[in-house]
């Protein structure tokens, strides 16, 4: 149980992902966590941001562009695999038991967000842990034209990695010394992206005790 534990502390760990699994470990990760809807813990967004980082330091063997690249392939990859997902399985998942890798809640949240903001959803979803997972499930479950949803998803997908990775990639050119401040960027991009999650839930917590 213990090694099971540091095992999974790893695979959480952007840094360690990082240092340990270098470029193609960073691909399958953001391809899991925007394409399986087991990846929503996945560190996607301070990982970009950390992979710019590390290829400005030299930490990450691998140019800009191609890890740019590398990652938006990954990222429209693995959405349009949780678009065939929702699509072909979606009415099985509302049926399907609660478990650590799988809540309904996710999905209905998803729906929730996709009904507030329309297909804009796909993209700015993106910027947001567990609906960056469930939003292209959720597309495939009620069907979205294929094509209309493969253009939110390449847009969305750019805007994401470009975002993320080229901040973290002239951030570390600018101030070399930021590498020493990981723990306080992590904790950073955390309280960033979980927030909204957060206060949404909250918020609909307190709307339904009233």
């Not at 890890?67 to 699509?87: E, K, M, P, W």
């Not at 951030?171 to 070399?176: C, D, I, M, V």
Request: include cysteine.
């Amino acid at each position: 149980m213990h090694e099971f534990w540091s095992s999974f502390q790893q695979l959480i760990d952007p840094e360690m992902l990082l240092r340990s699994g270098g470029f193609y470990v960073v691909l399958f990760v953001v391809f899991a966590e925007t394409g399986l809807f087991f990846g929503f813990f996945l560190p996607g967004d301070y990982l970009l941001f950390l992979a710019g980082l590390f290829c400005s330091s030299g930490l990450l063997d691998v140019g800009i562009t191609t890890l740019c690249v590398g990652l938006i392939v990954s990222a429209i990859a693995g959405n349009f695999v949780g678009y065939y997902f929702g699509l072909r399985t979606g009415p099985v998942l509302f049926k399907r038991p609660d478990s650590m890798l799988f809540k309904k809640k996710y999905v209905v949240m998803a729906e929730e967000f996709y009904h507030k903001y329309g297909g804009a959803a796909l993209i700015l979803g993106r910027f947001l842990p567990i609906i960056r997972t469930f939003a292209p499930i959720f597309a495939g479950i009620v069907r979205v034209d294929f094509r209309r949803f493969a253009l939110y998803n390449a847009v969305g997908a750019v805007l994401w990695v470009l975002t993320l990775t080229l901040a973290g990639f002239y951030l570390g050119r600018r101030f070399p010394q930021i590498v020493d401040y990981l723990e306080y960027i992590i904790i950073g991009f955390i309280v960033l992206t979980t927030g909204p999650v957060l206060y949404t839930f909250i918020k609909k917590t307190f709307r339904k005790s009233n």
